[in-house]
């Protein structure tokens, strides 16, 4: 008994390879279009470092605030993390003074983020107006 193909009909029976051809050729096509668009869309990241104006400074002082309250939320988290472990432990547990240092170090670096932000914010309000012609 022999099997048949389903596409029977297909104009393109004598040449199988032909269509599959097509099929490889439509996913070219796709893979294409899609490196097109991610190269469309990708943009340069900002210089954090930088305090020049040719930088978005306001994007990047937002980008840091973001940043300090991401550590502020660590930070809470910790917080609550130390109090736990210490009703289960007690206080002298290594782990209710492991959270604590973490929930420390993470209000701390939130102050510096804060702070790089104040700093690109100022940089960018700061910025050299162009001198009108005379």
Known sequence: MMVRPVHQGCRHKKNPKRR?????SGSGILLLYLLGLG????TEPPDMSSYDSDQDQAAIADLY?????????????????AA????????EADLVSGARL????YEQTAKEFDRLAEAHASA??????P???R
């Not at 599959?20 to 490889?24: E, L």
């Not at 605030?65 to 910790?78: D, F, L, S, T």
């Not at 736990?84 to 206080?91: D, M, Q, T």
């Open 39 to 42: 190269g469309c869309a990708s």
């Open 131 to 133: 001198r009108r012609g």
């Open 84 to 91: 736990r472990y210490e009703a289960l432990f007690g206080l």
């Open 65 to 81: 605030r973001n940043q300090a309250g991401a550590m502020r939320e660590k930070a809470q988290a910790q917080t609550t993390a």
């Open 124 to 129: 960018g309000s700061t910025r050299p107006r």
């Open 20 to 24: 599959q051809y097509a099929a490889v």
């Open 102 to 105: 973490l929930a420390d170090y």
